[in-house]
């Protein structure tokens, strides 16, 4: 809060005429901006010349004291302002305030007079010091002089009560206090923000504030919040926190505006906690358990468009997470929650690996539809299940085990090529995935993990191959192919010639239908014989 101090305001020639105070629809008290005020004064001036002194217009509707007069008041006047405030209300031309039994007034009028004062004598000057005046009230009652300084000169000038001011705000007690009986004039240096301070005043008089709150942004009661913090007005800070409490927050940007300003306030005594309450639980459960019952409620779901929805939400919101706290694999928040992903994997895997046991048999193909397409569909959504877990892993960098895990189902490699490939090929898109992952270091299995991945599910894949292209719209041929041959050539170079000629064999059978991984096998055929690496004596340079 600025510096408050006595001072002397009527300085010069004035002539003060009195108009109705804008008025918000909501019923606000406003005053009119700075820039405003004097476009007004402008506009006046070119209309109306400083020698041609105009008359009270008829709309006053309350009366004010004449004006000064002195010995040039024949030759020289101030322009005056017919322009209402942009937001004055239209259904009337005065605004009587809420009722103010509680401090003593039975308000008639509420007027205010809008004060063009000069700063010099030069009457050519544009940027002049301008005053606004307004009387809370009575009109005639006020026995206080509250005079907010603004920016660019801009001056406001509040009439209002000893007694409604040491009622409601501290920060004025104490200043009044401190003065003479006699002190009549106050002054607020730098106001930042004149309008809700002429507002929060104005809430002095009112009896019901929550009322007056109804409608507002969010915005503009945190402003009022402000001052009232400033002025020491606690149940306008009750207010405006009952009314935060109860109105949407639109956006994460408003939600920190006020979760900020609340935290302000905790120190002051005033209850915020339900409040905080809307981002901050009581409840002392682990986020571990919580996130363990967001997994098993979406990998539960059989409906497909909600459980699609909600599956790229929680990735979507775990990648933020991922990105909010980029060294979270390593804390001990960000292991309890890759140990719980990796739980639910193993559970979608044992329950992946009974349904194609169940499948595999050669009766099930002789079961009725009705009992054969619930198996059916349940092994897609659980192989479902276990790519949207590997992708969450692979945003937060902890797929490598899950490449151990999968590169060790030899069982599962096995029955494959006795299911269905209508049914099976959904495997072989975990398997595309992982060597994708690798392919482009977003996994760091160690070698032998590499190699027995291929070893097991490269041929079920190959198999599979033509289907994906043509039956999975996800699947995107050279991202795969780019992936398996750069895991192959992350192997030794013996590997490398085993696993390329077993392609080649597949490739030159199935062509179209088999992965071409001709950029592998260039690769490996130049490290193998046009620029092979010695270990005779020190190791020779490549030739090119």
């Given at each position: 809060?600025?510096?408050?101090?006595?001072?002397?305001?009527?300085?010069?020639?004035?002539?003060?005429?009195?108009?109705?105070?804008?008025?918000?629809?909501?019923?606000?008290?406003?005053?009119?901006s700075p820039v405003?005020?004097?476009?007004?004064?402008?506009?006046?001036?070119?209309?109306?010349?400083?020698?041609?002194?105009?008359?009270?217009?008829?709309?006053?509707?309350?009366?004010?004291?004449?004006?000064?007069?002195?010995?040039?008041?024949?030759?020289?006047?101030?322009?005056?302002?017919?322009k209402k405030p942009?937001?004055?209300?239209?259904?009337?031309?005065?605004?009587?305030?809420?009722?103010?039994?509680?401090?003593?007034?039975?308000?008639?009028?509420?007027?205010?007079?809008?004060?063009?004062?000069?700063?010099?004598?030069?009457?050519?000057?544009?940027?002049?010091?301008?005053?606004?005046?307004?009387?809370?009230?009575?009109?005639?009652?006020?026995?206080?002089?509250?005079?907010?300084?603004?920016?660019?000169?801009?001056?406001?000038?509040?009439?209002?009560?000893?007694?409604?001011?040491?009622?409601?705000?501290?920060?004025?007690?104490?200043?009044?206090?401190?003065?003479?009986?006699?002190?009549?004039?106050?002054?607020?240096?730098?106001?930042?923000?004149?309008?809700?301070?002429?507002?929060?005043?104005?809430?002095?008089?009112?009896?019901?504030?929550?009322?007056?709150?109804?409608?507002?942004?969010?915005?503009?009661?945190?402003?009022?919040?402000?001052?009232?913090?400033?002025?020491?007005?606690?149940?306008?800070?009750?207010?405006?926190?009952?009314?935060?409490?109860?109105?949407?927050?639109?956006?994460?940007?408003?939600?920190?505006?006020?979760?900020?300003?609340?935290?302000?306030?905790?120190?002051?005594?005033?209850?915020?906690?339900?409040?905080?309450?809307?981002?901050?639980?009581?409840?002392?459960?682990?986020?571990?358990?919580?996130?363990?019952?967001?997994?098993?409620?979406?990998?539960?779901?059989?409906?497909?468009?909600?459980?699609?929805?909600?599956?790229?939400?929680?990735?979507?919101?775990?990648?933020?997470?991922?990105?909010?706290?980029?060294?979270?694999?390593?804390?001990?928040?960000?292991?309890?929650?890759?140990?719980?992903?990796?739980?639910?994997?193993?559970?979608?895997?044992?329950?992946?690996?009974?349904?194609?046991?169940?499948?595999?048999?050669?009766?099930?193909?002789?079961?009725?539809?009705?009992?054969?397409?619930?198996?059916?569909?349940?092994?897609?959504?659980?192989?479902?299940?276990?790519?949207?877990?590997?992708?969450?892993?692979?945003d937060r960098h902890?797929?490598?085990?899950?490449?151990?895990?999968?590169?060790?189902?030899?069982?599962?490699?096995?029955?494959?090529?006795?299911?269905?490939?209508?049914?099976?090929?959904?495997?072989?898109?975990?398997?595309?995935?992982?060597?994708?992952?690798?392919?482009?270091?977003?996994?760091?299995?160690?070698?032998?993990?590499?190699?027995?991945?291929?070893?097991?599910?490269?041929?079920?894949?190959?198999?599979?191959?033509?289907?994906?292209?043509?039956?999975?719209?996800?699947?995107?041929?050279?991202?795969?192919?780019?992936?398996?041959?750069?895991?192959?050539?992350?192997?030794?170079?013996?590997?490398?010639?085993?696993?390329?000629?077993?392609?080649?064999?597949?490739?030159?059978?199935?062509?179209?239908?088999?992965?071409?991984?001709?950029?592998?096998?260039?690769?490996?055929?130049?490290?193998?014989?046009?620029?092979?690496?010695?270990?005779?004596?020190?190791?020779?340079?490549?030739?090119?």
């Amino acid at each position: 809060m600025a510096e408050i101090r006595l001072t002397k305001v009527e300085q010069g020639q004035t002539k003060i005429r009195n108009v109705p105070i804008a008025v918000t629809p909501e019923g606000f008290w406003c005053c009119p901006s700075p820039v405003m005020f004097q476009k007004t004064l402008k506009a006046h001036q070119q209309h109306h010349p400083l020698n041609k002194p105009k008359s009270h217009s008829s709309t006053t509707t309350s009366s004010s004291s004449p004006p000064i007069k002195t010995s040039s008041d024949h030759k020289k006047h101030s322009p005056e302002l017919d322009k209402k405030p942009s937001r004055a209300s239209s259904k009337s031309e005065t605004f009587v305030p809420d009722d103010q039994k509680k401090n003593g007034f039975e308000p008639s009028v509420l007027g205010a007079s809008l004060v063009a004062e000069r700063a010099s004598s030069r009457p050519n000057q544009e940027s002049l010091p301008r005053k606004v005046s307004i009387e809370f009230g009575e009109s005639g009652t006020g026995d206080l002089k509250v005079v907010l300084m603004g920016r660019q000169g801009f001056v406001v000038k509040l009439s209002v009560h000893k007694s409604v001011l040491e009622e409601n705000s501290t920060f004025f007690a104490e200043k009044l206090v401190a003065k003479s009986p006699s002190f009549h004039c106050i002054e607020v240096d730098d106001c930042e923000d004149v309008e809700t301070y002429v507002e929060t005043v104005g809430l002095m008089y009112c009896k019901e504030l929550k009322q007056r709150l109804i409608k507002q942004s969010v915005s503009r009661v945190l402003r009022i919040l402000k001052v009232a913090e400033q002025l020491g007005f606690k149940s306008c800070m009750e207010s405006c926190l009952d009314f935060l409490e109860a109105v949407p927050w639109v956006g994460e940007e408003e939600e920190e505006r006020v979760v900020s300003s609340v935290l302000r306030l905790q120190s002051e005594g005033i209850g915020v906690s339900p409040i905080l309450k809307r981002v901050a639980s009581d409840v002392s459960k682990p986020p571990k358990d919580t996130l363990s019952h967001v997994l098993q409620l979406v990998l539960k779901s059989n409906e497909e468009k909600g459980r699609r929805e909600m599956k790229s939400i929680v990735l979507k919101l775990l990648r933020e997470n991922n990105k909010s706290l980029p060294n979270c694999t390593s804390s001990t928040s960000g292991d309890l929650c890759n140990t719980t992903i990796y739980a639910s994997c193993q559970t979608c895997l044992g329950s992946l690996l009974f349904l194609f046991r169940q499948v595999a048999q050669p009766e099930f193909a002789e079961q009725p539809s009705e009992v054969k397409n619930p198996v059916i569909k349940q092994m897609v959504l659980e192989a479902d299940n276990l790519s949207w877990l590997l992708d969450i892993l692979a945003d937060r960098h902890g797929a490598d085990d899950f490449a151990v895990v999968w590169a060790s189902q030899q069982e599962l490699a096995g029955l494959h090529p006795r299911v269905p490939i209508v049914n099976r090929h959904h495997i072989s898109c975990i398997t595309a995935r992982l060597f994708v992952g690798i392919g482009r270091g977003e996994l760091l299995p160690c070698k032998d993990t590499r190699h027995l991945l291929l070893k097991t599910w490269l041929q079920p894949l190959i198999d599979d191959y033509g289907w994906l292209q043509h039956g999975c719209k996800s699947f995107d041929r050279k991202v795969v192919e780019e992936g398996i041959g750069r895991t192959i050539l992350t192997l030794p170079l013996e590997d490398q010639q085993i696993i390329l000629l077993g392609w080649l064999s597949s490739f030159l059978k199935a062509g179209d239908n088999c992965p071409n991984l001709q950029k592998a096998f260039e690769v490996w055929w130049r490290r193998t014989f046009v620029r092979p690496y010695t270990e005779q004596g020190n190791a020779t340079q490549p030739s090119e």
